[in-house]
């Protein structure tokens, strides 16, 4: 096992002073099998009303609602998590019987949702991918392969590019490449959701990044990890943050403002420290890591 200082900080600049403003944050690491969250804090300037809770998903969320005038604002969450050794092999086998699905929790990952859709155009890539309804064999393959097909190119896309334009220009970040594995996972039969969180950086690397990938549903109750983004299953090598059933369910930071003008994109770094005496060498240095 190994332990993570993960800070992750979100600036906002607004293009006049706004009168007040409220956001969302899910930025706490998720405690979970694989995973044990040991404590997050958040910091924030100007002064805010902060409440934390829980959503759907189970995922920890923090309202920040900030009541003074405000030209920019600074969101901090340092947390430190501790990733465990995985529990059994990330491999997908038995295929759901769909009349048993239909009494499963899992039920609703199958489902279409606002940031993936039912595509005419999926087919053809299912039969692109050499993807088989029901087949776990060839939903990993196509996990490994994606990328052969879209090419990474940040700066392609935002937050807010749909599924569509991916699938025609075949370009993206993690985050599409996400939302294109959904679909192929859903429209083969497997209920999937989508996952953020970060890649934990290898002792041989000097800059990582903030991640997205999914987990896809099995009859007995695992959830399988997969990463399209670098073609893997998930083991031990990404702390998980939030779920859901696409990004619109998991967005780190998002909120509203009162004011005339739009704001500027915001502006994130994320640095991932591991820490003396969880099996790493106090030489380690800390890593500096994009938002994509």
Not at 6 to 19: A, F, I
Not at 109 to 125: F, T
Not at 149 to 161: K, L, N, Q, S
């Amino acid at each position: 096992m190994a332990r993570y200082e993960v800070s992750h900080r979100t600036l906002q600049r607004y293009r006049e002073h706004v009168h007040r403003s409220r956001n969302e944050v899910r930025l706490k690491p998720i405690d979970s099998a694989t995973q044990r969250a040991l404590g997050s804090q958040i910091a924030v300037d100007p002064d805010a009303e902060i409440a934390d809770s829980l959503d759907y998903y189970n995922n920890a969320v923090w309202m920040v609602a900030v009541e003074t005038p405000h030209r920019e604002l600074i969101i901090e969450v340092t947390s430190e998590v501790e990733v465990l050794p995985p529990l059994f092999e990330p491999r997908l086998d038995h295929p759901w019987d769909f009349d048993a699905m239909a009494f499963n929790p899992a039920a609703e990952y199958i489902a279409s949702s606002p940031r993936v859709p039912r595509l005419r155009g999926l087919d053809s890539l299912l039969e692109e991918l050499s993807v088989r309804a029901g087949d776990a064999a060839s939903l990993m393959a196509a996990n490994e392969t994606l990328r052969d097909h879209f090419a990474y190119v940040p700066g392609a896309t935002t937050v807010g590019t749909r599924l569509p334009e991916v699938l025609e220009r075949r370009v993206g970040v993690c985050q599409d490449f996400a939302h294109v594995m959904l679909a192929v996972a859903r429209q083969s039969g497997w209920p999937a959701r989508y996952v953020s969180g970060y890649v934990v950086p290898r002792a041989s690397e000097t800059i990582g990044e903030s991640h997205a990938w999914i987990e896809v549903g099995t009859p007995d109750g695992r959830w399988i990890g997969l990463d399209p983004t670098h073609g893997v299953a998930v083991r031990d090598g990404h702390i998980r943050v939030a779920v859901g059933r696409d990004y619109d369910d998991v967005a780190p930071v998002r909120g509203t403002f009162a004011g005339q003008l739009p704001g500027e994109p915001p502006e994130v770094s994320v640095v991932i420290r591991p820490l003396v005496g969880a099996g790493v060498g106090p030489a380690t240095p800390a890593y500096v890591l994009s938002d994509q």
